[in-house]
């Protein structure tokens, strides 16, 4: 096994990490029985070194699509074939061992980034702590060039525990005005598209297999939090009707990006040897919106030399 696997556990919650990736592995969640099981997408261990799909990483520097790969700070890697980068290639974060150092109650990991095709070197932190039934991830960065910087986690959550139910049960709720429109690449069009009246709009609590019944290709499409929020609220709520978990989200990023893993059928196993099929988890990475740098309008993801970026999502799981 060429990775470290490292929990931290309190009355409320027990969190598994994997050094490779800064990986959050396993949360364990108790339903309204008392029961505890784990509530993400965990890889077996013989296929977390062949992962192309991220599962629980941390993504970086950048998350998401670039559709260009020569710009000032760097010059990228074509991983798809199509001239576009996604989560900063083979060479980013989610592919690199972390250096890590753990307290009573809290795991840090630690990268230097010189990788991806980006210039300089940035150094990074993760920061994750448990307190009562919330797990709070926190990101620090450094850079000692301008660099671009739009990190994210891409853990698949199913709150059904133990990966017993697909996710199309589940509710969501996401405070989100504005989604980002994309071509058949997936990469954004430059537009941003209110969500009401339209297949995203999740104002309100929603049965997720209803929203893919208009969207017969899942959905896999970033949401704009709407600004007048803040940063205190949580802005995404989701709930299992069966276990009766609930997983809500706070977070200062300006954007979710929702994978419902619609047509993702695979070989590999997760969770002590399921095999991975369509909709069985939803990926909620928070982040600024994909491709910024190519589009007016999308936000500033430049990170100045010597200034440091801190960032805060708070995973704050229940019973209804």
């Known amino acids: 096994m060429s990775f470290e696997k490292v929990s931290l556990e309190n009355e409320n ?21 008392g029961i505890s099981e784990n509530v993400l997408l965990s890889l077996d261990e013989d296929f977390i070194k062949q992962d192309t799909a991220q599962f629980g990483a941390s993504v970086g520097r950048v998350a998401g699509r670039l559709s260009r790969l020569d710009y000032d700070f760097a010059t990228l890697e074509d991983n798809t074939a199509h001239g576009i980068n996604i989560h ?32 300089g070197q940035l150094d990074t932190k993760i920061r994750y702590e ?19 910087y739009n990190p994210t986690n891409h853990s698949y959550f ?8 697909k996710i199309d049960g589940h509710e969501l709720q996401i405070l989100a ?64 009707p069966n276990s009766r978990r609930t997983l809500s989200i706070t977070t200062d990023r300006g954007a979710f990006v ?38 007016e309008g999308f936000g500033n993801i430049v990170l100045k030399a010597n200034t440091e970026s801190v960032h805060k999502t708070i995973y ?5």
């Open 13 to 33: 919650l027990k969190v598994t990490f994997l050094d490779y990736g800064a990986r959050i592995y396993e949360i364990f969640v108790k339903d309204v029985d």
């Open 88 to 119: 900063s290639g083979y060479d980013g974060w989610w592919n690199k061992t972390w250096a890590h150092k753990k307290g009573s109650n809290w795991i840090e990991f630690s990268l230097k980034d010189i990788y991806s095709g980006y210039k």
């Open 130 to 148: 448990l307190e009562d039934n919330k797990l709070i991830m926190t990101n620090f960065a450094k850079t000692d060039t301008d660099t671009f």
């Open 158 to 165: 199913n709150l059904s525990g133990d990966v017993k139910e």
């Open 177 to 240: 005005d504005k989604f980002v429109e994309t071509d058949k690449l997936n990469i954004p069009t430059g537009e941003l598209r209110g969500v009401e009246g339209t297949p995203f709009d999740f104002s309100e609590p929603t049965l997720i297999k209803d929203s893919l019944e208009k969207l017969p290709n899942g959905i896999d499409d970033c949401l704009v939090i709407d600004k007048s929020i803040g940063n205190h609220t949580p802005t995404l709520i989701l709930k299992d």
């Open 258 to 295: 929702i994978f419902s893993t619609t047509g993702f059928d695979a070989d590999f196993t997760l969770n002590g040897g399921k095999k991975m099929s369509s909709q069985l988890g939803i990926a909620i990475e928070p982040q600024e919106l994909p491709d910024a740098p190519n589009h």
């Open 316 to 320: 704050e799981f229940g019973i209804y």
